[in-house]
């Protein structure tokens, strides 16, 4: 007796069927084998930015992150040249940034722009300082 085996898809399955020479040509004996399921899809969560505090002579950036990783900071004075850069590593959750105000005198006051980059993105906003 011999044996035909045949791989049969149908939908998101996929079945082994297989008939001898001695069944009749229109039977198949089908076994499903294997199941093939979608991987779920995770949504891509992103950082919040949480805003500014000013506390005494610090200006606290807050935000939140949704991994544990690096984080790129970087502030832009009001023409767009930056002016400072700095790694940090965040946790999970609420995670913030102090600035001295006091560094802020050589360079004045104005509209700064921030920005956190994050997993390639980046994240920005401005922070008002004033003397």
Not at 29 to 57: C, F, H, I, M, S
Not at 64 to 84: A, H, N, Q, W
């Amino acid at each position: 007796m011999r044996w035909f085996w045949a791989l049969i898809l149908t939908g998101s399955s996929l079945h082994l069927a297989a008939q001898t020479d001695s069944t009749a040509s229109d039977s198949l004996v089908v076994n499903p084998v294997y199941v093939v399921k979608e991987k779920p899809v995770r949504p891509q969560l992103k950082l919040k930015l949480a805003g500014v505090e000013v506390t005494g002579d610090r200006y606290k950036i807050n935000y939140d992150s949704p991994y544990t990783g690096m984080i790129e900071f970087s502030l832009l004075d009001p023409s767009g040249k930056r002016v400072f850069y700095n790694q940090y590593v965040c946790s999970i959750g609420l995670n913030w940034i102090n600035l001295k105000a006091g560094a802020f005198q050589k360079f004045g006051a104005g509209v700064y722009t921030y920005v956190l980059r994050f997993k390639d993105e980046d994240y920005t906003d401005t922070l008002t300082i004033a003397f």
